[in-house]
């Protein structure tokens, strides 16, 4: 049991766009920094999006970030193939002092 | 560029002990908090550990608490995680990741991970 929810799969055609959820709580997703890291198979997790709303150097602007109270977005504009794989946000959780992350969600591109 | 290097995986028995090393380059490492995170076979990924750049501040997730040592060595660049006391369900691919800062353990690069199965 994840300790931010996720759903367990998403699906959209190229060029389309989705949307990742991220649901958390008061000690998480409310008061720290969302970040989003996308996990192709065979390869090295990597960073999508950090403090929530920031795009690291070479992340395309199809991916977006946001927060709202506890949830948390990760939006996916203009859908590639190259993207189909899974998603996972984390937070930092003052409550358990650790990262905390969500179950994944498998992206797949129809 | 920077790269991290993780090494030490392999076949460790219920109940015993691996050690697993993290070799970073092209980064100031006491400038970067360091995180172990970990994924089961058909799971998900799970937050282990992090440690400050400093070594000062230490933490760990409940489900290694007291098992699990996390260390490092400036001078040489390396990370490391002691794991005693293995169980099966310890299996997993371990990366790991470098923080945002010396005091933010947040993983924003990630290594290409070492296997470890436990089992008799």
């Known amino acids: 049991q994840s300790v931010l929810t996720q759903p367990p799969s998403a699906s959209g055609t190229p060029g389309q766009r989705v949307t990742i959820s991220c649901s958390g709580s008061?000690?998480?997703?409310?008061?720290?920094?969302v970040y989003w890291y996308q996990h192709l198979p065979g390869t090295a997790p990597k960073l999508l999006i950090y403090?929530?709303?920031q795009r690291p150097s070479g992340v395309p602007d199809r991916f977006s970030g946001s927060k709202s109270a506890t949830s948390a977005s990760l939006a996916i504009s203009g859908l590639r193939s190259e993207d189909e794989g899974d998603y996972y946000c984390?937070?930092?959780?003052?409550?358990?002092?650790?990262?905390?992350f969500g179950g994944g969600t498998k992206l797949t591109v129809l | 560029e920077v790269q991290l290097l993780e090494s030490g995986g392999g076949l460790g028995q219920p109940g015993g002990s691996l050690r697993l090393s993290c070799v970073t380059s092209?980064?100031?490492?006491?400038?970067?908090?360091m995180t172990w995170v970990r994924q089961a076979p058909g799971k998900g990924l799970e937050w282990v550990s992090a440690?400050?750049?400093?070594?000062?501040?230490?933490y760990y997730a409940d489900s290694v608490k007291g098992r699990f040592t996390i260390s490092r060595d400036n001078p040489k660049n390396t990370l490391f995680l002691q794991m005693n006391s293995l169980r099966a369900n310890d299996s997993a691919v371990y990366y790991c990741?470098?923080?945002?800062?010396?005091?933010?353990?947040?993983?924003?690069?990630w290594g290409q991970g070492t296997l470890v199965t436990v089992s008799s």
């Open positions: 990741a470098k923080g945002r800062s010396a005091a933010d353990p947040m993983a924003v690069l």
């Open positions: 092209g980064l100031t490492f006491d400038s970067y908090a």
């Open positions: 440690i400050s750049g400093s070594g000062g501040s230490t």
């Open positions: 008061s000690s998480n997703i409310a008061i720290n920094y």
């Open positions: 403090r929530t709303n």
């Open positions: 984390s937070a930092w959780d003052d409550n358990l002092r650790g990262q905390v």
